[in-house]
């Protein structure tokens, strides 16, 4: 019959997900290599229309690093999350005094969990009932038409973890913005510089405006151009694109608390939500 493992020896367990460990041999100097990611591309995820998914939280489970406990000694225990942590703690997987030491270095500060945060293609739709007089939406909820200088939210909250990005094309029109607001302070019937929206604006001037005030910023649009906006609200920073390409951060003083969702405005033309799912390098 098979030898059972000798008393307190660590199981042995292939790493999770079928992903390759690299390490040593016994007789080497060469450090271990645990990867836990294919490539360092940008991640890259897509939330639902109305649901503005924000799952954006690192792998929570052990198997995902590729951790077994044979190779513990080669993990560096500050960048585990709690729940990682607790989990190892739970299957006595490391000592008590190891797991104190980590404890400590995250409390310190010393060993900071670093995390990509991924970029959300926020879908949305325009939305109907939160919009001027002067606003009708497609039944698609993708266009907007614009017979005066009014305002129209979209109807799904940024994510206010993460970063969302989403385009939209600029028709026709000759006072154009695009950016964010909030509800409880965006007048949807004037446009998004006087009635207190976050915006670029490109048709009309090129400006960069926040709740009223306003200062120079990118450059003027020309109709079919479409303008791109990031928004981080943990970094607290909104940046505008224009066909692509950055026009540079904006403003780094967004109030991470509030609730912001998209807005645009516009006169006498029509805005479109892109489709193209693009997300700037």
Known sequence: GEKSPPPGAAPQAPPA?????????????EELILEHSDDDAPE???????RGATD???????????????????????????????????????SESRMLDAVLRKLDGGEATEVRRRTLY???????????????????G??????????VLGETMLPQVGQAYWEVAVCSGTN?????ARRERIDVQRNMGSGGGIA??????????????????????????????????????LSFYLNG?????????????????????????EMRIVQSRRIPA
């Open 17 to 29: 997900g079928g992903k390759k460990t690299e390490g040593r041999s016994d007789d080497s100097d």
């Open 44 to 50: 890259v995820a897509t939330c639902g229309a109305r």
């Open 56 to 94: 954006m939280s690192p792998a929570s489970s052990l198997g995902e690093f590729g951790v077994f406990a044979g190779m513990l000694g080669c993990v560096r225990l500050g960048l585990l999350s709690v729940d990682q942590l607790q989990a190892m703690r739970r299957d006595g997987l490391i």
């Open 245 to 269: 390409e950055p026009l540079g951060l904006a403003f780094s003083d967004l109030d991470p608390t509030k609730r912001y969702w998209p807005c645009v405005s516009n006169n006498a033309g």
């Open 122 to 140: 926020f879908d949305f739709e325009f939305d109907s009932s939160t919009k001027g007089d002067g606003v009708s939406v497609s039944s698609d």
């Open 200 to 237: 670029f604006r490109g048709i009309g001037g090129h400006e960069k405006w926040k709740e009223c005030s306003h200062d120079e910023y990118g450059q003027r649009l020309s109709a079919g151009d479409r303008v791109g906006v990031l928004v981080d609200l943990p970094a607290k920073s």
């Open 176 to 180: 154009a913005y695009i950016g964010i």
């Open 142 to 151: 993708q266009a907007a038409t614009f017979t005066r200088d009014n305002c």
